[in-house]
């Protein structure tokens, strides 16, 4: 059997909090994860959660932030080091589901079309983080965002999620073989 660590969050909504106060909030949960990590003597970590930040934004990118990274390749490396510290990588593998690749899959776990110049429409506020010591575990075929439960659809007949049955966020699944 193998010990893993299992983080779970859900941030504040973009609603009540600002983008920069997200960050510094993913840099104090990040400097409590690389804590423990050393307290309990391993780093086979998982972060999972709504983060209510996509995976390109500041809280998650950042050396203090998660330091999530797209690509298993670079999460391999286990650090980078800035200002003369060394940061852990997390693989956020996320990043590959976003827009309509997958056919019969969510383009995201979140849909939002605001009035702003700027809009994402889709986006995936919820995530799963994993350190590399853990990558071999993970197989990203495994990985979804759930439009339905095989009975009953998340989602409205034209395409969002349908917050009045479920929820406005969809769930992910993934699997761990240990």
């Known amino acids: 059997m193998t010990d893993i660590l299992l983080a779970v969050g859900h941030f504040p909504s973009k609603t009540y909090q600002s983008d920069i106060s997200q960050a510094f909030e993913c840099s104090e949960l990040s400097r409590e994860i690389r804590q423990t990590e050393q307290e309990i003597g391993h780093s086979r970590t998982i972060m999972v959660g709504d983060f209510n930040m996509n995976p390109f934004e500041d809280g998650i990118v950042s050396a203090n932030g998660f330091n999530a990274v797209m690509t298993q390749g670079i999460a391999e490396r286990k650090f980078r ?19 309509d690749a ?8 979140y849909y939002y079309a605001g009035s702003e110049h700027r809009s994402f429409f889709w986006n995936i506020f919820d995530q799963v983080l994993i350190r590399p010591d853990l990558m071999n575990s993970f197989r990203n075929e495994e990985l979804k965002i759930l439009g339905s439960d095989g009975n009953d659809s998340f989602m409205m007949s034209y395409g969002i ?7 406005d966020h969809l769930p992910i699944l993934f699997r761990l073989r240990l």
């Open 81 to 99: 080091t800035v200002q003369n510290r060394k940061y852990p990588f997390f693989y956020n593998p996320m990043w590959g589901l976003f827009g």
């Open 102 to 109: 997958l056919p019969g899959r969510p383009p995201g776990t």
């Open 161 to 167: 999620p349908d917050s009045r049955a479920v929820s």
